[in-house]
């Protein structure tokens, strides 16, 4: 089967998805608390006292963006925090950002893939992806290339969107993806294809225990799940 690509053009889902974050990043963090009317960073901070328990120190973001998940590590006092993309563009918003909160000597953002990203072995507490191995090509690919950074016993914290199953959050959600977030997409982010991507790439992802039992497949240990929102996302926690 073909993946859910953002643009279905020849080129391969990494490349599209590299672009099409290119493309919103000036509008991204806008969007996202306009979509979610603000519901989202909510979700970090519990990812993060999830966390909270093994005193991370070193930490990794992956799929950074902006850098939202790196700036709420900082509840944890680490020594540093590292966040990776393939999107200069979602970076060069999210180092003003960091810039402006006086953050930058503790934060920093780089370019790198999380399937390849030749980070050392073992070197990280804690790994965090916030809405993005949704987009990842190769999802085993990316999910053993963080085990294999993750130190012994570190934990890796996922926050990824799911498919409402119950009624009424699943029509609800039906309705917003299908009517709302598309014309809202279009109009603040200049992109036609991104928020119509979005529901596209939700319904395609295998969430909740699907994604526990790939965790597993892996090598990821002790891999749970919790629904926040209603079922519209969930938080996957797994240790090494
Ligand atoms: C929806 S944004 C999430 C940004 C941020 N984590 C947040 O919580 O708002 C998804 C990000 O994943 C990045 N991404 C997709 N595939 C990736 C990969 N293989 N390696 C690193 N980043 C990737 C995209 O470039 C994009 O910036």
Redesign the pocket.
């Known amino acids: 089967m073909n993946p859910v690509t953002p643009y279905n053009n020849t080129e391969s889902k ?1 490349e599209q ?2 672009q099409m ?1 290119d493309n919103i990043a000036f509008r991204y963090d806008f969007l ?1 608390s306009l979509l979610s009317l603000g519901i989202h960073k909510g979700w ?1 901070k519990k990812c993060i006292k999830l966390i909270a328990h093994k005193k991370p120190s070193a930490i990794l973001d ?5 850098g ?2 790196a700036i709420a590590a900082m509840k944890l006092n680490p020594t540093k925090v590292i966040g ?4 200069e563009g ?1 970076m060069k918003f999210g180092r003003e950002k960091l810039k402006k909160m006086n953050l930058d000597k503790t934060i920093t953002l780089q370019y ?4 390849t990203c030749d980070l050392p072995d073992n070197s990280m507490d804690a790994i965090t992806v ?3 191995v949704r ?3 190769n999802l085993e690919k ?1 999910l053993a290339n963080m085990l294999r950074i993750l130190k012994p016993g570190g934990q890796l914290c996922v926050l990824e969107f799911s498919s409402p199953r119950k009624f009424p959050v699943k029509q609800f959600y039906m309705f917003h993806f299908k009517y709302i977030t598309p014309t809202l997409g279009r109009m603040f982010s200049k992109d036609t294809r991104a928020y119509t991507y979005l529901p596209e790439s939700i319904k395609a992802f295998p969430d909740n225990e699907r994604f526990t039992a790939i965790l597993e497949k892996v090598g990821y240990q002790k891999a749970t799940f919790s629904s926040v929102g209603l079922g519209l996302a969930a938080i996957y926690m797994a240790e090494k």
């Open positions: 990494k998805v590299a974050f996202n970090r992956v799929a950074t963006g902006t939202d998940f990776i993309d393939i999107s979602m790198g893939d999380a399937e916030g809405f993005g987009n990842f090509e990316g």
